[in-house]
């Protein structure tokens, strides 16, 4: 696959280093040799995919699809379309004629492949009818979708110009594809990439992280019809295999309570900064620290509802930096909320509420 550094260095996975880490070293008595293998063999392929983005010009790049290399009739770039491959199972790009539904395909018979597609097309429309943005470049950028990558692969990413999700070992995960918020989530990484272009590491990792959770979960209750008073609140409940059924990989109401058990540890995500993580494991927490900010955009949805609230963090995303710290995100996001309220998009008030939310994480 090209993993090409579009806009910031860091390869963008779901599932945090610490977690796999946590399964591939557990006792065979706890977990099984199958599945500490695999998650072994995802640990390996991450920090290769990782290495060949870091060494990768940090460059927004022309984004081609393979049938296009390959001079295969194909829909333009620029079209916001959607391409899914079928990547039977391997760890690289696949052929061409792995392309198994394009835009306007009718479904298929494989799930994954329509899960990718038909979610692909609500992060693409919430972000065009809400946000007013054109695709995840605002230029029409298409969309590439890899499904079945890899084998037993407990991951997703953006790579920098197109998605990947395994399928799972079945046991602790599942397809990757069958939680809407993990596709979204990733697509975001696209947005944040041409937006702020937030590096991915420390603090402007975290935040970079935590705008993909946000409009993970933004997506995700828009596509269920929920709303902040009755959506869970959890990222990654839907991938979790039999062993792990009811937890999740994050909890934005109550960031460090989405899971406890022998098989992926204990969340270690803050909800405070007198609880932040200053240890160097995950890019100096980019999974971890993503929790403060998590739940700012909790409160501040809860008060004045989900919609208001991403057009508050949306503004905010555009008015970042590549190496924006909490502090600065706690400036901005107070300020939009100020000048959104100025243009009557959002209640007055609301800059009081982000900046009680913000005070009660410590920001």
Same mark, same amino acid.
């Given at each position: 696959m090209n993993l090409s550094n579009a806009a910031h260095p860091g390869f963008c996975a779901f599932i945090p280093p610490h977690v796999l880490e946590h399964m591939a070293k557990a006792s065979e008595e706890i977990v099984h040799e199958s599945v500490r293998e695999a998650a072994?063999?995802?640990?390996?392929?991450?920090? /290769?995919?990782?290495?060949?983005?870091?060494? /990768?010009?940090?460059?927004?790049?022309?984004?081609? !699809?393979?049938? &296009?290399? &390959?001079?295969?009739?194909?829909p333009p770039l620029g079209t916001a379309g959607r391409e899914v491959f079928n990547c039977g199972h391997q760890w690289g790009q696949p052929p061409p004629y792995m392309l198994l539904r394009g835009e306007g395909d009718p479904v298929t018979a494989d799930d994954a492949i329509n899960a990718?597609?038909?979610?692909?097309?609500?992060?693409?429309?919430? @972000? =065009?009818?809400?946000?007013?943005?054109?695709?995840?470049?605002?230029?029409? +950028?298409? /969309?590439?979708?890899?499904?079945?990558?890899?084998?037993? @692969?407990?991951n997703a990413f953006w790579d920098g110009s197109q998605m990947a999700y395994g399928d799972g070992d079945g046991t602790v995960f599942v397809s990757f594809t069958k939680d809407a918020d993990v596709i979204a989530h990733e697509l975001t990484h696209g947005v944040t990439q041409h937006t702020a272009g937030l590096i991915y590491y420390g603090q402007s990792g975290a935040l970079n992280e935590s705008m993909s959770d946000v409009f993970g979960t933004v997506i995700q209750q828009a596509i269920e019809g929920t709303t902040?008073?009755?959506?869970?609140?959890?990222?990654? $409940? *839907?991938?979790?295999?039999? &062993?792990?059924? %009811? &937890?999740?990989?994050?909890?934005? =109401?109550?960031? %460090?309570?989405?899971?406890? $058990?022998?098989?992926?540890?204990k969340d270690p995500q803050p909800d405070h900064m007198t609880r932040y993580y200053f240890g160097a494991n995950d890019n100096q927490g980019v999974h971890i620290n993503?929790?403060?900010? $998590?739940?700012?955009?909790?409160?501040?949805?809860?008060?004045? *509802?989900?919609? =208001?609230?991403?057009?508050?963090?949306?503004? !905010?995303? /555009?008015?970042?930096?590549?190496?924006?710290?909490?502090?600065?995100?706690?400036? +901005?996001v107070a300020d939009s909320a100020?000048?959104?309220? =100025?243009?009557?998009?959002?209640?007055?008030? !609301?800059t009081q509420t982000v900046r009680a939310a913000l005070?009660?994480?410590?920001l």
């Open positions: 072994r063999l995802s640990i390996i392929q991450d920090n /290769q995919f990782r290495a060949n983005r870091a060494n /990768q010009p940090a460059d927004v790049a022309t984004l081609m !699809t393979t049938k &296009e290399k &390959e001079g295969i009739m194909a990718a597609y038909d979610v692909g097309g609500a992060v693409r429309d919430y @972000y =065009k009818n809400k946000l007013g943005r054109n695709s995840i470049d605002n230029l029409g +950028m298409n /969309q590439i979708h890899n499904v079945h990558f890899g084998q037993n @692969y407990m902040a008073h009755d959506a869970d609140w959890l990222i990654g $409940n *839907g991938i979790m295999g039999p &062993e792990l059924y %009811g &937890e999740a990989l994050r909890s934005m =109401k109550a960031p %460090g309570t989405a899971y406890d $058990n022998y098989f992926i540890g993503s929790g403060i900010p $998590n739940r700012v955009f909790y409160l501040v949805a809860m008060d004045i *509802g989900t919609d =208001k609230a991403a057009l508050i963090w949306y503004a !905010t995303l /555009q008015r970042l930096w590549p190496n924006a710290l909490f502090g600065d995100f706690a400036y +901005m100020r000048l959104l309220t =100025k243009n009557g998009q959002v209640p007055v008030g !609301t005070r009660e994480v410590g």
